[in-house]
Every structure is written in C-alpha cells, then in structure tokens.
C-alpha cells in the first residue's frame, strides 16, 4: 500500500508563547496557554508520529525483502543481477563502489577466475589447474575437479552449466553442471582469451591481445560484434542484469560501461594494483587481484527516476 504523505501545515497566530497563570497557591500554579490563533496547523500528535514511523517500517520491509531475494535481471531469470524494484515509482538500484566489505585468500597460489552460481562463489588457478567450489562466499573449499585445460583464467554460471575459459588452448568449455565433465568446447575469437561473462542470451568473452570484447551467438564460437575494450588489457567481464562491467590489469580500473558497449558511464579503481577477474553475487561485485585475493565489494542504493 503507497504511503499517504501529510503536508504539514505551521501553526499561526499571535502571542503563540502567552500563558494564563490561574489557582495560584504558595506551592503551584496552573499555566494555560491562551494565545490567539488563525491557524491551527497540524497537530504534534502520537498519531501523526506513528504514522511516520509505520511509513519507513514499510519502506524498510521493501528493501529488505528485494536485497534479499537473491534478485534476478530481467534479462535472464538465472542470472544475478543489480536491479532491484520500484518504490513509489522510483527504480532502486545497487550500484558497486571501490570500497571494500570483505575480503579473503584465493585456495591456492594464482587465483584467476571467478563466478557465482547464485549460492556459492566458484574460482579457478591455473598453478593447480583446478576449479574450486567455495562455501558461499567464503575462502572455505566444498570441493574441487580438475579444469578441462592446463591455463583456466575465466568462468561464469548461466544458471545451468559452467563455463570455463582457457588461455594456453584458447577454447571455451561448457561442463556439464558444475563438474569436470566437458558438454562441448569451442576456439576463442582471438588468441589471448581471458575474461568471460553471460548477459542471459549471450556469451561475452574479452581478449588482452587484440584489447577487444566480444558477443558471441548465444554461447558459441560465432561472433555477433566487438568493440574496443577501454584498457590495453582487459581481463574481466561482468554483467549487472542492465550494464557490462569490464577490469584492466593495465589502468587498475573497473569500467561501468553503457548496457553492452564500448560507451563509459563511470570507472573506479580496483583494490590492488592488478585487477584479474570480476563476477557478482547476489548484490556485490567481487574481484580478483594477482596477489591472490579476492575482494567483496560495497553497493550502495540508488534511485533512478
């Protein structure tokens, strides 16, 4: 139910503050206050506070019950995404910052890719050539397998099968659920494949030696168009559920990029001084950095509209 505002109105008048003095006694006196007034105005009353009250105890309930829903985009039901709701006709948004809430080791001792499966945070290091299942977002390992390649640098979930991508063979793998079994694979566009993300049609792949990102057909090898990625080299891809958000291990920046283009909205710096991979949980950006960590970034709320 929407909140029925009250327009609160002065209370005007003269001699506002002037007070009668009645019963006087050698211990009490009875003040009454008896000024002259044109103009009621609205009443300092519990009612008109509870009312206030309740209105942002409902507010409150909104927000809470979108953050925590594990919201979905509208482009794709599987996938996380950043758009939450309206509120009186105003969009409400999270937006990443550079900041950090959390941040935590990698499993092992070149941390490289990351996705998130809607539960838990999955990553991938080419040193050991393994994937890791974490526990939720958390440096405790579920489990691991073995990675279908020796170099694994990218990975995203598109609400039903991983996605693993590989830098020494340049091949893109659709696993079978999140296991080591290979459905299908195909050759990246270019030879310098890194960073991958799913925008709920499309694959999106980067590569740092033609510094270019790339919409592929679906998941598959076709390529629908590319752009200039906004760095010398780009290394991670993420989608918010409205824009592509892109990293670069050259400038250190995070990119906020127009839905899926080349154009810039914003750009931050990352927490290190290399920013690997990207990937969202169900309301953070989460980051990898070559000193093996991983970062959790804040959101913040925003209207839009």
């Not at 006694?25 to 009312?51: R, W, Y």
């Not at 309206?86 to 941040?103: A, H, V």
Request: include cysteine; charged fraction near 10%.
């Amino acid at each position: 139910m929407a909140y029925s505002r009250t327009v609160w109105t002065a209370r005007i008048g003269t001699f506002l503050n002037k007070f009668l003095k009645t019963n006087e006694t050698s211990t009490s006196v009875e003040l009454t206050n008896d000024p002259t007034i044109t103009t009621a105005g609205t009443p300092f009353s519990v009612d008109n506070m509870n009312k206030i009250e309740q209105g942002i105890y409902d507010a409150h309930v909104v927000l809470d019950a979108n953050i925590n829903q594990n919201v979905k985009s509208t482009a794709s039901p599987t996938f996380v995404g950043l758009t939450l709701s309206t509120l009186n006709g105003l969009s409400l948004r999270l937006k990443p910052l550079s900041t950090i809430k959390d941040s935590f080791a990698g499993p092992a001792t070149q941390l490289r890719g990351l996705a998130f499966d809607g539960t838990n945070l999955i990553s991938c290091d080419p040193n050991t050539d393994l994937i890791y299942i974490h526990d939720g977002i958390s440096s405790t390992i579920l489990s691991s397998f073995a990675s279908p390649s020796l170099t694994p640098v990218g990975l995203v979930f598109d609400g039903t099968n991983l996605i693993s991508s590989d830098a020494g063979t340049n091949m893109i793998y659709i696993h079978d659920g999140i296991s080591s079994t290979i459905l299908s694979s195909f050759a990246s566009p270019s030879t310098g494949l890194l960073g991958i993300t799913f925008d709920g049609t499309n694959l999106i792949s980067c590569d740092d030696s033609t510094d270019r990102i790339y919409i592929h057909d679906g998941i598959s090898s076709t390529i629908l168009s590319s752009f200039v990625a906004p760095g010398l080299y780009p290394t991670g891809l993420a989608f918010d559920g409205e824009n592509l958000i892109s990293s670069d291990a050259d400038t250190s920046l995070i990119y906020i990029h127009d839905g899926i283009s080349s154009t810039i909205l914003s750009s931050f710096e990352s927490p290190t001084t290399q920013v690997l991979l990207l990937t969202f949980s169900n309301m953070n950006l989460i980051s990898s950095s070559n000193n093996n960590n991983i970062y959790v970034h804040n959101s913040t709320i925003e209207f839009i509209g």
